[in-house]
């Protein structure tokens, strides 16, 4: 079965930090850039940071740049997103997506979605 699942997310106090996780079943991320992506209720989906598979270049959103990295372990087919000091507005789901490219992925070409995790932030 192929899939792509996000986990990691829960409930933190403001300031607090989550790590993510996104690991792929029934095929390898070694080829793929990986893009983190969150979606508030009644709020677009929103690109947070993304690694590319090719040279191991990254981007951050403005917004997290600074308090969040993401890495790769190949080894375990997974992707991560470090997030530090949390803010309330920063609460939503969060998505994984797999692309050719991290150009790929912010243009909307995706070649598979993970199911998504909950970030809760209390203020």
């Known amino acids: 079965q192929v899939q792509l699942v996000a986990s990691g997310g829960g409930l933190v106090q403001t300031g607090g930090s989550l790590r993510l996780s996104c690991a792929a079943s029934g095929f390898t991320l070694d080829y793929y850039a990986i893009g983190w992506f969150r979606q508030a209720p009644g709020k677009e989906r929103e690109g947070v940071s993304c690694?590319?598979?090719?040279?191991?270049?990254?981007y951050y959103a403005d917004s997290a740049r600074g308090r969040f990295t993401i890495s790769r372990d190949n080894a375990k087919n997974t992707v991560y997103l470090q997030m530090n000091n949390l803010k309330p507005e920063e609460m939503a789901v969060y998505y994984c997506?797999?692309?050719?490219?991290?150009?790929?992925?912010?243009?909307?070409?995706?070649?598979?979605w993970g199911l998504g995790t909950q970030v809760t932030v209390s203020s």
């Open positions: 690694i590319s598979s090719s040279d191991g270049s990254t």
């Open positions: 997506a797999a692309g050719q490219s991290i150009a790929h992925i912010f243009a909307g070409s995706v070649d598979y």
